[in-house]
């Protein structure tokens, strides 16, 4: 674990995943932990993991029981989510498309300002 708290998912666990699922896994995340932490794929990527894991809803005695974002991330994948290789990337394309809509619209809305 890390020995700063992270407020939601932290780009630097994403590494620590690239083997809990498929050829197609291991490239999205390998692709991922080489992208700045503000890529639109790493937010996409983020978006994801906070949804599947519940970081919103994340306390500190849970953060600590789990181990911080890497182990608890590794947790949910391999423990508690019945999810497939595809669905973990039905739900990155869902996200990436979440995440380019809110950065068009907030384009948009600056230049119209």
Known sequence: MKDRTEFLFAHWA???????????????????ARLPDDDPDSLAFALTMIRMNSCANCSVHRFQERGGCAAC????????SRETE???????????KEIHAFIHS????????
């Open 14 to 32: 994403v590494p620590m995943l690239k083997d809990l699922r498929g050829p197609k896994w291991r490239a999205l995340v390998e692709n991922v």
């Open 73 to 80: 991330s590794r947790f949910v994948l391999t423990s508690l």
């Open 86 to 96: 595809t669905g973990l990337l039905t739900r990155f394309n869902a996200a990436q």
């Open 106 to 113: 907030f384009a948009y809305e600056k230049k119209a300002a």
